[in-house]
Nanobody, 122 residues
Framework: QVQLVESGGGLVQAGGSLRLSCAAS????????MSWFRQAPGKEREFVAY????????DYADSVQGRFTISRDNSKNTMYLQMNNLKPEDTAVYYC???????????????WGQGTQVTVSS
């Protein structure tokens, strides 16, 4: 198992930027496929971004493509989500998730952080 702790959330005006971090501890970080998810009040959790073990493969939800950038630093056991041009509809609790099993659907990862709140005011 790996323990995940998100940070970097906060309140920002529309058009602003935030950088989220996900710090991992426990097993070897570079073993894990990593993703960001978010959940807005009254809505289901949704996929935001994915990064492979080495960072060579990246994927984004259409809603954040071109505005968000996912990255990782395996030497620091940390994943990041740079969020630019934020919109009120980006308001949600953001979660990082990890799994070392190949082929597991992203929503079924077995390691999750506690989440960090992002609020974008209009």
């Amino acid at each position: 198992q790996v323990q995940l702790v998100e940070s970097g959330g906060g309140l920002v005006q529309a058009g602003g930027s935030l950088r989220l971090s996900c710090a991992a501890s426990g097993r070897t970080f570079s073993r894990y496929f990593m993703s960001w998810f978010r959940q807005a009040p009254g809505k289901e959790r949704e996929f935001v971004a994915y990064i492979s073990r080495t960072g060579g493969s990246i994927d984004y939800a259409d809603s954040v493509q071109g505005r968000f950038t996912i990255s990782r630093d395996n030497s620091k056991n940390t994943m990041y989500l740079q969020m630019n041009n934020l919109k009120p509809e980006d308001t949600a609790v953001y979660y990082c998730a990890a799994d070392d099993r190949i082929g597991i659907p992203r929503g079924l990862y077995n390691n999750w952080g506690q989440g960090t709140q992002v609020t974008v005011s209009s």
